[in-house]
């Protein structure tokens, strides 16, 4: 089963030009609902205005070669790792996710446009497992966590529309690639025949529910983190407040209502938010 393409068996039903075809129109499908989310959204719009205010206060000017640092950084930082969640169970699950993803991705497409590499099977059964890991701890598990949202797993809204179909369609490509192994064929119009099917159902809804699901925070998601360590390297700090010293004479002379409201010598308030450990993602 892990050494054996799932879909050379298909050839003999569906011919290469239909499954290539196939594959063309879920990337196809993405991008418009990538664009139309944007549209919808008004992401590059919004990221525009805010790249433009946080240019007005900045204190310095970041080189061309600090962004490519930055960038360099925020790739190896927030995408690579995910060090975003501060969960160490939802990094976890969400690194799973992500790797099954692009694992079972990249094989599916590699395959049906033609390679013959033994590997690359052995990399779609993994990635599909890593999917299910992933994808089932979140759901069951961390999900439902107080902590976390505290959501029933029952409990269905659009945008779980990315992740229930990401572990569906891994859980039926696994079954439908298993029932094959033990001699199931998908003309028999059997327990293949059905898996086989929604299999394909799964991976339509995903790649053509992306205005409606998550699917498009995988590409957000980056350029906000580049903007976010942009805006601090040059002291705009996204137009928030910097973390002032209350009794500094400086601060004190910036903001005259501290010593007048609050003496001046301002009582330690303590680490706040930053007191215990977080346990949200």
Not at 25 to 42: E, Q, Y
């Amino acid at each position: 089963m892990f050494n054996t393409n799932p879909f050379d068996a298909l050839t003999a039903l569906i011919s290469t030009d239909i499954m290539q075809g196939y594959i063309i129109l879920m990337a196809i499908l993405v991008f418009l609902g990538t664009v139309l989310d944007m549209m919808h959204k008004k992401s590059a719009k919004y990221f525009a205005l805010d790249t433009a205010k946080n240019d007005k206060n900045a204190k310095r000017a970041v080189s061309t070669g600090e962004k490519a640092g930055i960038a360099v950084a925020t790739i190896a930082s927030e995408v690579i790792t995910s060090s975003e969640f501060c969960n160490t169970k939802r990094r976890i699950s969400h690194l799973l996710t992500m790797y099954g993803f692009i694992l079972f991705v990249a094989s599916t497409a590699l395959m049906i446009f033609g390679s013959t590499a033994e590997i690359l099977p052995v990399l779609w059964h993994t990635g599909a497992i890593m999917l299910c890991l992933g994808g089932y701890w979140f759901w069951f598990s961390i999900r439902v966590d107080v902590n976390s949202e505290g959501v029933k797993w029952y409990q269905l809204r659009p945008a779980d529309i990315f992740i229930v179909s990401l572990f569906t369609t891994a859980t039926f490509g696994l079954i439908w690639s298993y029932l094959q192994s033990t001699g199931g064929n998908v003309a028999d119009m059997g327990w293949t025949t059905l898996f086989f099917g929604l299999f394909i159902l799964s991976n339509t809804v995903l790649f053509s529910t992306v205005f409606w699901s998550k699917f498009a925070h995988m590409f957000f998601k980056p350029a906000a983190a580049f903007q976010k360590r942009v805006a601090h390297a040059d002291g705009g700090h996204l137009n928030l407040p910097g973390d002032f010293d209350l009794s500094s004479p400086e601060v004190q002379a910036r903001f005259p209502d501290i010593p007048e409201y609050m003496g001046k010598n301002p009582v330690d308030m303590g680490a706040g938010i930053r007191r215990e450990p977080p346990n949200h993602y």
